[in-house]
């Protein structure tokens, strides 16, 4: 079973950062793929970015990309998202999601793991 914790979530100005943090509670962390999702009021979740496990390739939705970058550190069990020069209509809850293996995918019913999220409020 893989527990996930989501931190760093809060209310910021555009144009600001935000660093997102996902703690997971699993002792083969370095074997799961990890992703960022998010889910705006009235609006189906979608996906923002990922990085595979062993080959750290990452892969990021459009509206993000130039933006927004994960990373992870496999020692601390956790996934990261950098969040750079915010918009409003990056407003969503953001959770953090596990997948066994070693792909990237964007496919949200890939992950059976997630996090119970954290809000990212950003105002105009």
């Known amino acids: 079973q893989v527990q996930l914790v989501e931190s760093g979530g809060g209310l910021v100005q555009a144009g600001d950062s935000l660093r997102l943090s996902c703690a997971a509670s699993?002792?083969?962390?370095?074997?799961?793929?990890m992703g960022w999702f998010r889910q705006a009021p009235g609006k189906e979740r979608e996906f923002v970015a990922a990085?595979?496990?062993?080959?750290?390739?990452?892969n990021y939705a459009d509206s993000v990309k130039g933006r927004f970058t994960i990373s992870r550190d496999n020692a601390k069990n956790t996934v990261y998202l950098q969040m750079n020069s915010l918009k409003p209509e990056d407003t969503a809850v953001y959770y953090c999601?596990?997948?066994?293996?070693?792909?990237?995918?964007?496919?949200?019913?890939?992950?059976?793991?997630w996090g119970q999220g954290t809000q990212v409020t950003v105002s105009s």
């Open positions: 699993v002792r083969t962390f370095a074997r799961y793929t």
């Open positions: 990085i595979t496990s062993s080959t750290r390739n990452t």
């Open positions: 999601a596990a997948n066994v293996g070693d792909y990237i995918t964007d496919a949200r019913h890939l992950y059976p793991y």
